[in-house]
């Protein structure tokens, strides 16, 4: 709801006007600069890990926990929340998880991000 709110409030429907295929990268980038104001976190983008690359891969303080992001752009609004599930399925799928286990964290959230112009759905489990 938040980051709706900040789409909202900051984006043009024309910012996202590119081909399909490239409509993530704008949120992908407008995510990782909305994540550097955790400066004690390591966020690292397109990362090697498991059998794929991970969007958006994040070390949080705590030595425990990691973070797993998969964006995903929906082609209309209605498809917002199947559009997050295909996110959490592919990062189960790719075990995207890999990584940060083999440094020792064990509390992973995954988030799947999906994003339709200026709304977003985000949905997160534990894995």
Not at 34 to 58: H, P, Q
Not at 60 to 84: H, M, R, S, V, W
């Amino acid at each position: 709801m938040r980051f709706t709110r900040i789409l909202g409030n900051t984006i043009s429907i024309f910012d996202t006007k590119s081909h399909k295929n490239e409509k993530e990268i704008f949120y992908h980038g407008i995510l990782l600069g909305l994540l550097r104001c955790k400066s004690n976190w390591l966020i690292r983008s397109n990362v090697e890990s498991g059998d794929g690359f991970v969007d958006i891969l994040i070390e949080p303080e705590d030595p425990d926990a990691g973070i797993i992001i998969k964006l995903k752009y929906a082609q209309t609004f209605a498809g917002l929340e199947n559009a997050c599930e295909k996110a959490l399925a592919q990062i189960r799928e790719k075990r995207y998880e890999e990584r940060l286990r083999e440094d020792g964290r064990e509390k992973i959230l995954a988030y799947g991000i999906a994003f339709y112009k200026k709304r977003c759905m985000v949905k997160v489990q534990e894995i």
